[in-house]
């Protein structure tokens, strides 16, 4: 689609250590066939070469810029400042381990002036890079085309029963898999007390649901124009990990985070990574803008704390990171006069054996797994070319094969069903 409307798109990258995987990342923006288009690099306080990366990138690309509010100021604040360099147009973010898809941005274009929307979302292509879930690197597509309206009424109620933000491709975050005008991050900053954009310790899923509550409808493409990427450095892995060079990430996180506790209705508890319980803070904090014209029903805690609960029996966390977040549930349930509800609840989960993530290719509703090694997969470059170039369905693997996925995917279902054993005492929750 050729269009005479060229409205000015900025990506900001607010990064911190990340210079091996940036590198990528920023080729993939280099890469657009878009002209009015400005990539911003928010750098942290790096030790790693950060700044070397995005000159040398900036020299082939004058599209490339980097700025820096100093060392160690944080995710949040990071985010804000280089939100602050943004001029009038479109914005989203990108962490420093994602990546634009080929044509992405003009794709972006395409879709606002179809819809006449001023949000966009998209179903987003996961990259795993090797080492993170498994040995090799994995690449996760989404399934399907089109492209729709959504009722940003019907997603923010949505979100406030389930309680999972980042299982929404709906949601319109404009962190990896979205983008917005800019004005609507004026008006969200407009109702802030202090003035800024971000009112939570973690800026991607709250900006999903401050601006879904700014506009009636919004635009939703099942073709995506960004992918995420994740990396040995990605905060999420850092906090899942045993390792512990991911402890002292997390633990620093933690530190920055703790200035900014979570919603009073959440009893002011620290940073919890529990996507149920951030997806409450990001709703309560929206709620309380002054004017926010999003509308969704009561927070119902019990139904809150027993997703939070299952989502601790999943499996994925240590015995140590498991006590920290009941001793947080344990809080918000005394402030709601449901603590024994929520004993109960704890003391009647299953956890689940650790498990394995499934590793290779195969298929799942909705999803369609690559092994990267299978498909010389290295980077998030590789990852945006080979994901624009795949069809919505794995026909063309052959019968055979396809076949041969589906029995080892459901192999690893049954594998994932295994149970383990019980929670920890509470004797032993501690915030650590």
Known sequence: MISDWTPRFTVVIPTKDRAAYLEKTLLTCSLQDYTNFEVIVSDDGSSDGTKDVVFRAAARDPRIRYVTPGSSVGMRDNFEFALNHVKPGFVMALGGDDGLMPGGISGMRDALQATRQDLL???????????????ESQLILPTGRGLELVDSATVLSRQAKQFSYINDNQLPMFYVKGVAATYLVDRVRSRSADGRFYSCSTPDGYSGVVLAGEVPSFAFSRTPFSIFGASPSSQGIAYISANERAKRQSQEFFRISAQLPMHRELAYQPYSPLISIMTADFLLHARDLAGWPGRFGDIDYRRLLSIAVGE???????????????????????????????????????RAAPKSAFAGSGLRPGQIFFDGASFGLKDIVDAAFFASFVGKTASAVGVGPALAVLWRSLCYRVRSMRRGGAFPDESTWRLT
């Open 121 to 135: 979302t998209w179903a987003t292509p996961v990259f795993n890079y090797a080492g993170v879930r498994t040995p």
């Open 312 to 350: 601790l029996s999943h499996g994925l966390y240590s015995e140590e990171r498991v006590g920290r977040e009941l001793a947080i549930l344990l809080k918000i349930a005394d402030q709601h006069g449901i603590s024994d509800f929520f004993r109960r609840a704890v003391r009647d989960a299953k």
